[in-house]
């Protein structure tokens, strides 16, 4: 039997994986400015990233059949160096393009194994611990990576070496489950405390979780019946367009308005903005759901309005606002469409694999779409009031969600 692999191996190839990949948040801009794309090419850029990360997550698990956890996260991590040193090196868009899609596809992979193998690993441990070590690598690993890759490029003055960094973060993590891969004492238990008993899914805070396989005799319903699919997968698309924002033009739109030249500043409002949401996350478990969604929403409002009246008046304290609203918002707005939607799994366990798998693409989907179209109206007309304009649409569907109600469950 293939012994399991050691938490701590987990975790930090999790969040070495997820700092690599996500390193490439403060550079768009100084890609775009090197080799002189549009708008539309370098949200593109970004949105290629995502397309690489969802069939990563949605593959990873039948690939789990058939390998192990640490298989996986040699390959993906092999697969990560190549594409950080393909962009150190990328002379043009279509490098970079194709070296996102490849760093999406290896997180997804790297978030799936890495969360198999904490919640196989031995000794077993309960699986609340679990889950807050998938949160917490996914939290830390997307904080770090813009924050590390700012300060290489502030120091080097160039996007070279911060690339090389995340190369050098990836490899490492070869070397770690090449010598630290194996746990060194066979499983004492027969029942495995991993993913054999649920679905293997992506959880409340953007990283994987297991969910417990569907029983024929579902529970007693909740107080007030869930939304539909689509709208509890529309209500998680809006936090996570304004994610989706931030990672990809939002910190060129920062330093062009407000004349923050350091990346490392910049890679901060990003980080802050992912700390905030899972802070929020970890933080809200008690809260009910159609008041999460209402706190969500209206900070997502206020996160909008304070990024545009930064881009209106180019006053720095808009900024911070924004980054509050936006990071508060959207931990409560994903947490609690993610609780509603394993509301409405519990009274259709049957459909609740497909269900998950629709609900997490349509989200994803929408934070890619919302980007490109950024891009695309930007070179339209110009980037803020591009910007003005689509954050107000998203407001808009904000309002709409923010008024969307629960009604009471059939006794």
């Given at each position: ?34 080799f002189d794309f549009s708008a539309t090419v370098q949200t593109l850029i ?366």
């Open positions: 039997m293939t012994r399991p692999v050691p938490r701590i191996t987990a975790f930090t190839a999790a969040v070495l994986v997820f700092g690599a990949v996500n390193a490439p948040t403060v550079l768009y801009a100084e890609w775009r400015a090197d970004y949105a290629m990233y995502v397309g690489g990360l969802i069939p990563g997550l949605l593959l990873t698990g039948r690939w789990l059949q058939r390998r192990s956890p640490r298989t996986l996260m040699v390959l993906a991590a092999a697969a990560s160096v190549l594409a950080a040193l393909a962009l150190a090196v990328a002379g043009g868009a279509g490098a970079l393009l194709a070296a996102r899609f490849v760093q999406g596809l290896a997180l997804g992979v790297v978030m799936t194994a890495s969360s198999a193998a904490l919640y196989g690993a031995v000794p077993p441990r309960a699986r609340s611990y679990t889950a807050l070590l998938v949160t917490l690598s996914a939290l830390a690993g997307a904080c770090l990576g813009p924050v590390l890759a700012g300060v290489v490029a502030d120091l080097s003055g160039g996007t070279t070496l911060p690339m090389l960094a995340a190369a050098a973060a990836a490899a490492a993590v070869l070397v770690l489950l090449l010598v630290h891969g194996h746990s060194p004492a066979p499983p004492t238990t027969s029942a495995p405390a991993g993913p054999s008993t649920g679905h293997l899914v992506l959880g409340e805070t953007g990283a994987l979780a297991v969910v417990p396989a569907a029983s024929s005799t579902p529970p007693p319903p909740a107080v007030l019946q869930p939304r539909s699919h689509l709208m509890i997968s529309l209500t998680a698309g809006t936090s996570w367009s304004m994610v989706g924002m931030y990672q990809s033009v939002g910190p060129g739109l920062i330093e062009s308005t407000l004349g923050i030249e350091s990346l490392t500043a910049l890679g901060g409002i990003v980080a802050a903005v992912l700390a905030v949401a899972g802070i929020v996350q970890v933080s809200a478990r008690n809260v009910a759901i159609q008041q999460g969604r209402r706190l969500g929403l209206s900070f997502l409002l206020l996160g909008i309005g304070g990024f545009v009246a930064m881009l209106l008046t180019g006053q720095v304290w808009w900024v911070l606002i924004a980054a509050a609203g936006a990071g508060v918002g959207h931990g409560f707005t994903f947490f609690s469409a993610t609780q509603e939607l394993g509301e409405l799994n519990r009274r259709q366990p049957l459909k609740a694999a497909a269900s998950l798998s629709r609900y997490f693409t349509i989200a994803y989907l929408c934070l890619a779409a919302f980007t490109l179209l950024l891009g695309m109206v930007g070179d339209l007309w110009a980037m803020v009031p591009a910007a003005v304009t689509l954050m107000g649409i998203l407001a808009t569907g904000c309002v709409a969600m923010l008024f969307s109600r629960n009604t009471p469950a059939s006794p």
